[in-house]
């Protein structure tokens, strides 16, 4: 503690002294933040503002306001066919989460509070599926929708999603579940307590937060996945978002005010769960580890 | 007792069976596709052997994918794993407590918007007439600079690499921000203390402490490089003739336009070799890492 104002006097000196150059680096670091910062805020910007323009007006006055709001265009984005890619997109997002959710949540429990024979290579091929990229599963996998009748329907993307996510949910939840002492469920047990009822009753009341995690990760995937919704569905009734904005483009290819109401509009929910639960999306990448 | 014995087995089964069936089971048929020359459209199925790799072997538009690829991993190794982690400590930096709330938030929002909006939203961009790239170089006295960055065969890739970079900065960023908040800060009071500036805490105090983070940033970064399709699939589907060709675009490639099956297997289980040894690489790490 002696030592305290003699190094206070020192950082003092010493910033006096490197007081120019860091002038300077704070400066050049400043500006290379702001031009990052442009980089990033102006197209998403100029989208916003495009979506309330005419074509003619995207066209002959790039950079300005709107010369007319044109709020219609959110209304026609909406009804040419946004509002079905969306529907699509709630319900693949919505099921793949739950049930993602739920058969993770299933294996987790599983393999946390028993043993038994083979839990150890079921592990194995539970966690395993983090080195499959959908890449090298594509092929058999679209012979495999066709075979099994789920080609074109909703079906077609929940289920391949729900396996490309278990992985990474199963080790999550699980890793919360070995931790949870084992005192709660004994007394459970011997007031007759199933052991489904303790998932239901005892665990995942205990693990909210690893769920909402969980569930937000899924989501995240689900809504962005972009490759199986191309390739695995076919009719405009069941696309979802990502393959929706394709068909889009190639149906809107002279009404970029409409296209742009569109692409704003499609951002819109993810961008506003983020703002909104900011804390437990950060946390949820930090946990996670690596998406995709 | 029986029934006792089995309950685990029905927890670990809808996971499971999820994904024998859509992870595990394709990417076994798909060594076996390798082997075959067929189309999805006529019933004559050819067994060639190692026909198709030896083919692939002495495909140059393999190479020149592979190639584009590479310089894929190598930008994004630089920008997103070295930029973001020094990005990452500036924006931990005190001197920028006021800011860095928002200017986090906003640099981590292209992360949440899908590809097939930012791959439109560029397309505009890119645009050689009315493209706000253009716009801007033309507006700093750089006329001829202007290209149609997605229709020149020397600018697309580059294009679609930006893209990706554009996206992907925030995320890695993010990581890097939540491991810097975990250091203690005592570690950089005792670093002030005795004299330590901020570039030299930055490689005595933040560098060793994230040292684990940035292996999973950088196998992460890999990973998506190697595995990088919507991206290049919105902006250019792999051209200008095939200057912007990667691996997996050219697997969908010759497996939806060209129909040759087995030969799209073959450059899927080509991915899956490089992604599997950058999966070996990276529980190596993991392991060795646990151990210390």
Request: net charge positive.
């Amino acid at each position: 503690m002696t030592t305290l104002p003699a190094a206070l006097s020192r950082e003092r000196t010493r910033r006096r002294s490197y007081s120019a150059a860091s002038v300077i680096g704070t400066v050049c670091v400043s500006l290379l933040l702001l031009l990052y910062f442009l980089a990033v805020a102006y197209p998403l910007f100029w989208m916003v503002i495009s979506s309330f323009k005419e074509t003619n007006d995207i066209y002959s006055r790039t950079w300005s306001l709107p010369a007319q709001w044109m709020f219609s265009n959110y209304t026609a984005a909406w009804k040419q066919g946004l509002s079905d890619y969306f529907m699509n997109s709630v319900i693949v997002t919505g099921m793949t989460v739950v049930f993602n959710v739920l058969f993770s949540a299933f294996s987790a429990y599983g393999l946390s509070r028993f043993s038994f024979r083979g839990k150890h290579l079921i592990l194995a091929l539970l966690s395993a599926g983090l080195m499959f990229s959908p890449q090298v599963s594509l092929i058999p996998l679209y012979k495999l929708v066709q075979a099994i009748g789920i080609y074109d329907t909703h079906w077609t993307l929940i289920l391949p999603y729900v396996a490309f996510k278990t992985s990474l949910i199963v080790l999550l939840i699980r890793s919360f579940f070995v931790a949870l002492p084992k005192e709660y469920e004994e007394s459970a047990y011997l007031e007759g307590c199933t052991s489904l009822g303790i998932l239901f009753r005892i665990f995942l009341p205990l693990s909210m937060p690893i769920i909402l995690t969980a569930a937000l990760q899924t989501a995240y995937y689900a809504w962005n996945e972009f490759m199986f919704a191309i390739i695995f569905v076919d009719s405009d009734a069941v696309k979802t978002i990502t393959a929706g904005l394709m068909a889009f483009r190639d149906a809107l290819s002279t009404d970029w005010g409409v296209l742009m109401a569109g692409l704003t509009l499609s951002a819109l929910p993810l961008v506003t769960m983020f703002v909104a639960m900011q804390k437990v999306f950060i946390r949820g990448l930090g946990d996670g580890g690596v998406k995709g | 007792m029986t029934h006792r014995r089995l309950t685990p087995y029905f927890y670990v089964a809808p996971s499971l069976l999820v994904m024998i069936l859509f992870i595990y089971y394709p990417v076994v048929q798909n060594l076996q596709s390798s082997l075959f020359d067929w189309s999805p459209f006529s019933s004559d199925r050819r067994f060639i052997g190692l026909g198709n790799y030896t083919r692939l072997l002495q495909d140059s538009l393999f190479y020149s994918a592979l190639k584009n690829n590479l310089l894929h991993v190598l930008v994004s190794v630089l920008l997103q794993v070295l930029g973001a982690l020094v990005l990452a400590a500036v924006l931990e930096d005190r001197l920028l407590r006021a800011v860095a709330p928002l200017l986090r938030t906003v640099y981590f929002l292209p992360v949440l918007i899908s590809v097939s909006i930012i791959g439109l939203l560029f397309g505009f961009i890119y645009h050689p007439e009315i493209g706000l790239l253009n716009g801007f170089l033309r507006s700093i006295g750089l006329e001829e600079w202007t290209t149609g960055w997605l229709g020149n065969s020397k600018t697309a890739m580059l294009a679609v690499i930006s893209i990706g970079q554009w996206q992907g900065l925030g995320y890695t960023t993010m990581l890097y921000i939540v491991a810097i908040q975990k250091i203690p800060q005592e570690l950089y009071e005792a670093g002030r203390i005795d004299g330590c500036g901020r570039i030299q805490s930055f490689f005595h105090i933040t560098l060793p402490q994230v040292k684990e983070i940035m292996f999973v940033v950088t196998v992460y970064t890999l990973s998506q490089s190697i595995l990088v399709f919507s991206d290049v699939f919105v902006l250019t589907k792999g051209g200008p003739g095939d200057a912007s060709q990667v691996l997996s675009t050219y697997l969908y490639r010759k497996a939806f336009v060209d129909n040759e099956m087995g030969y799209a297997s073959t450059v899927a289980n080509m991915i899956l070799i490089i992604t599997f040894m950058l999966y070996l690489v990276q529980s190596k790490l993991f392991n060795t890492g646990r151990e210390r």
